[in-house]
C-alpha cells in the first residue's frame, strides 16, 4: 500500500476471537495490537510488515503488506506574467 509523508499509516488485521496478533515491520516496529497505526509517517517506515496471528492449539498465520511513501504532489508558483497586446 501507500501513504504520503506526515499522514497516517493504519494497519488492519481480522483475527478469530481469543487469537493474539503481532506486527513487525522496518525500523524496529512491533506492536501486538489487532490495528496498530503510525501517525505521522516519514521514509523509515517504508518496508514490509508481517503479521503474525496466533490461536488455539498452537496454529499460526502470517500476512505480510509492502509499504511504499507516496510522493507529496507539490505545486509552486513563481510569478505570474501576462502580455496584453492592444489592437
Known amino acids: 500500500g501507500e ?10 488485521s481480522s483475527p478469530s476471537s ?8 522496518p525500523n524496529g516496529f512491533s506492536r501486538s495490537e489487532v490495528n496498530p497505526s503510525i501517525s505521522n509517517v516519514t521514509q523509515a517506515a517504508t518496508g514490509t510488515y ?3 496471528v ?26 505570474v506574467r501576462t502580455a496584453c497586446n492592444p489592437t
Not at 481469543?18 to 515491520?25: E, F, H, K, L, R
Not at 503488506?65 to 507529496?72: D, E, N, P, S
Open 18 to 25: 481469543g487469537a493474539s496478533v503481532t506486527w513487525n515491520g
Open 54 to 79: 496466533s490461536g488455539a492449539g498452537g496454529c499460526s498465520l502470517q500476512a505480510s503488506v509492502a509499504v511504499r511513501l507516496r510522493a507529496a504532489c507539490l505545486l509552486r508558483i513563481d510569478s
Open 3 to 12: 501513504v504520503r509523508a506526515e499522514e497516517t499509516l493504519q494497519l488492519n
Open 50 to 52: 508481517t503479521v503474525t
